[in-house]
């Protein structure tokens, strides 16, 4: 059965000698979560440590079912670890993508026109899923994806009124009054919001 860390502690047990003590490795192994979240980083990083450390000792060496049991544990934290690193900075990367092109969309909405309100989902989208596919493995801290979504919410609202805004009333009598301030007004608000997110992507 592959090492992860819901049998990492049961695998070691079955696979080290009893004259094999005093390791710290069971000790370690038992702290390992078995549903990670981003509290949990810090208690990871030791246990790697430790593991890493245990690949090393000579006792462990000398005996091969658990010199290549610890091997495996060794390299599945490493690749969690380092999987873990490698999506936060492209959760990162993505929400600076995602301001990016708010600026780029904020720029062509200058027309004030439906048409060039089209865009957005197509501008934004394929940032924002790129955020949401690195979440899953980067552990992020349940405020930071909020955070982000917030954003997003606002960027999402303002884009709603400014579509209002400049759709022609069926009903002449009902035109909106003041809609091109308005609408410029949501424009500014929306570049607002977007310019949060490179203070969010930091902290990741």
Same mark, same amino acid.
């Not at 430790?50 to 658990?66: D, F, H, L, S």
């Given at each position: 059965?592959?090492?992860?860390?819901?049998?990492?502690?049961?695998?070691?047990?079955?696979?080290?000698?009893?004259?094999?003590?005093?390791?710290?490795?069971?000790?370690?192994?038992r702290?390992?979560?078995?549903? #990670? @979240?981003?509290?949990?980083?810090?208690?990871?990083?030791?246990?790697?440590?430790?593991?890493?450390?245990?690949?090393?000792?000579?006792?462990?060496? *000398?005996?091969k079912?658990?010199?290549?049991?610890?091997?495996?544990?060794?390299?599945?934290?490493?690749?969690?670890?380092?999987?873990?690193?490698?999506?936060?900075?492209?959760a990162?990367?993505?929400?600076?993508?995602?301001?990016? @092109?708010? /600026?780029?969309? /904020?720029?062509?909405?200058?027309?004030?026109?439906?048409?060039?309100?089209?865009?957005?989902e197509?501008?934004?989208?394929? /940032?924002?899923?790129?955020?949401?596919?690195?979440?899953?493995?980067?552990?992020?801290?349940?405020?930071?994806?909020?955070?982000?979504?917030?954003?997003?919410?606002?960027?999402?609202?303002?884009?709603?009124?400014?579509?209002?805004?400049?759709?022609p009333?069926?009903?002449? @009598?009902?035109?909106?009054?003041? @809609?091109?301030?308005?609408?410029?007004?949501?424009?500014? *608000?929306?570049? *607002?919001?977007?310019?949060?997110? #490179?203070g969010?992507?930091?902290?990741?």
């Amino acid at each position: 059965m592959a090492i992860d860390m819901r049998n990492a502690l049961a695998s070691w047990k079955k696979a080290k000698p009893l004259t094999l003590t005093k390791t710290g490795i069971s000790e370690s192994l038992r702290t390992l979560p078995a549903d #990670p @979240a981003a509290k949990d980083l810090p208690a990871i990083e030791k246990v790697a440590k430790t593991i890493e450390a245990a690949v090393g000792n000579n006792k462990i060496k *000398a005996e091969k079912k658990a010199l290549a049991c610890v091997t495996e544990i060794n390299t599945y934290l490493k690749n969690f670890l380092s999987g873990v690193k490698t999506s936060r900075v492209q959760a990162s990367k993505a929400l600076k993508d995602l301001q990016s @092109a708010a /600026h780029d969309f /904020h720029a062509k909405s200058a027309a004030g026109t439906v048409a060039a309100l089209i865009p957005y989902e197509t501008t934004v989208g394929p /940032h924002l899923k790129a955020f949401k596919s690195a979440t899953d493995e980067a552990l992020l801290p349940t405020e930071t994806i909020h955070k982000a979504e917030g954003v997003v919410d606002a960027m999402n609202t303002c884009v709603k009124k400014m579509r209002v805004l400049v759709t022609p009333p069926t009903d002449p @009598a009902k035109a909106i009054k003041d @809609a091109k301030r308005l609408y410029e007004a949501e424009r500014v *608000a929306l570049l *607002a919001a977007a310019d949060k997110l #490179p203070g969010i992507a930091s902290s990741i």
